[in-house]
């Protein structure tokens, strides 16, 4: 099973950048659905970018135009690239990937995807 780790976490100030990598033990190529999720404290977890079947992607409205999601050339590293942070966008995020054909019917849920990193601290400070 793919292995997943997450780094670039930080604190930052709100308008600021940050980039999100999640760097996978084997090629993701053959995964359906590969995205970043976020959990706020005391609130559930939720998409905020999906690439799938592909080159599609996906982007929860409270991100786009400021969160961009990639795969790099190697099809090893899944990046969010995140843009005009705000404080709202605090939250441990987490990337997870399927090789379920499931995800494409809701590419948010959490259950068909089965495999997770353990997560990278956002913390935006106003």
């Known amino acids: 099973q793919v292995h997943l780790v997450e780094s670039g976490g930080s604190s930052v100030q709100a308008g600021g950048s940050l980039r999100l990598s999640c760097a996978a033990s084997?090629?993701?190529?053959?995964?359906?659905?590969l995205g970043w999720f976020r959990q706020a404290p005391g609130k559930e977890r939720e998409g905020v970018a999906i690439h799938y079947s592909g080159d599609f992607k996906w982007y929860a409205d409270s991100v786009k135009g400021r969160f961009t999601i990639s795969l790099d050339s190697a099809k090893k590293t899944l990046y969010l690239q995140m843009n005009s942070l705000k404080p709202e966008d605090t939250g441990l995020y987490y990337c997870a990937v399927s090789d379920r054909v499931s995800c494409l019917t809701d590419i948010t849920g959490s259950g068909h995807y089965n495999t997770w990193g353990q997560g990278t601290q956002v913390t935006i400070s106003s």
């Open positions: 084997e090629y993701l190529g053959r995964k359906i659905c």
